[in-house]
């Protein structure tokens, strides 16, 4: 009897250590599949603003203007930007950054926009875009030390520049992520940041959820570790919010009013999360979707914008 039973403990055990081998390597390769997904890098086709677009103009007018190509290294990567000087000659500028899986070119629109309102602009491929370097994409974690050694390039360049951060999703993170670093060149001014998330563990559970209806556990915290591996850091390392619980720049808060993809309850966190006395606005576009306030309304957009950068950074 005792060694049916010791035979039976251990057909049990075999069948636990079993399962548990087999969803060791379901998860393996579940994490491998989504971190090639979210992180690593891809060079299809971006998608650029529709002919139909209200906003296409500003793309054709900006593909009029003499461009420059820039580049610096930073963190072991060449990295490559456009830029444009003002019609008259100003020492102010606008770096535009853009979002996941776009490069510089898809931020023309906003360019020109900034160009328009009489600002230098400078227009960065993000790491692992366009026509910087790298493999990996950092969703603002990493990135926030590239805008930081764009805006060193060109204070270094003109000692009277005063600089604004603007940026789009990914890169709107990017430039709140950047606000409370102590390296940041005083020569910066303000920021304004459209649709940005307020942490990229949130938006990533988020995404993996309402995309791939993937719980955060296992599948997020495996991702996350894959990326500690790869990267050197976890999603909940990355945080819009931290940062600008002690920014002190002016800053402008952009978002769209449906917004599902980057979902517009985060927009309130992160204006929630400013640093107390740091002057804040909130611009909320009714019916827009993720990225689409520009395009939704551009007066008011505009308007909005152009108010702002006069308060905190104004073309004389």
């Not at 940041?184 to 940041?193: C, D, Q, T």
């Amino acid at each position: 009897m005792n060694f049916i039973m010791k035979n039976k403990k251990k057909h049990f055990l075999r069948w636990i250590i079993g399962i548990f081998v087999a969803l060791v390597i379901i998860d393996v390769g579940v994490t491998l599949y989504f971190y090639k997904v979210a992180c690593i890098r891809n060079d299809s086709p971006v998608t650029q603003v529709a002919t139909v677009s209200k906003n296409y103009h500003l793309v054709q007018d900006f593909d009029k203007l003499s461009v420059k190509t820039e580049t610096i290294k930073n963190g072991g990567l060449k990295l490559d930007a456009w830029y444009v000087p003002a019609t008259v000659a100003t020492n102010k500028t606008v770096i535009v950054v853009h979002g996941f899986r776009q490069d510089k070119s898809a931020m023309r629109q906003y360019g020109e926009l900034f160009h328009q309102l009489g600002y230098n602009v400078l227009m960065p491929d993000n790491r692992a875009a366009g026509d910087s370097q790298g493999k990996f994409i950092s969703y603002g974690y990493k990135d926030k030390t590239d805008v930081i050694a764009w805006a060193k390039m060109l204070t270094q360049q003109n000692s009277q520049v005063h600089i604004t951060l603007f940026g789009l999703s990914m890169g709107a993170a990017t430039v709140m992520m950047a606000s409370d670093q102590p390296d940041l060149p005083s020569s910066v001014k303000n920021i304004i940041e459209d649709c940005g998330y307020s942490s990229v563990w949130s938006e990533i559970t988020y995404q993996g959820w309402s995309g791939y209806h993937v719980p955060a556990f296992p599948i997020v915290y495996s991702v996350s570790a894959e990326n500690a591996i790869r990267q050197g850091w976890f999603f909940q390392q990355a945080s819009s919010t931290s940062a600008l619980a002690k920014d002190k720049l002016p800053i402008l808060l952009i978002h769209g009013g449906t917004d599902t993809y980057v979902p517009t309850k985060m927009v309130y966190e992160n204006y929630k999360a400013v640093k107390k006395g740091t002057p804040k606005e909130l611009l909320i576009v009714k019916g827009a979707a993720h990225a689409r306030s520009f395009e939704t309304d551009p007066t008011l957009y505009r308007s909005t914008v152009s108010k702002f950068m006069m308060k905190y950074n104004p073309v004389k």
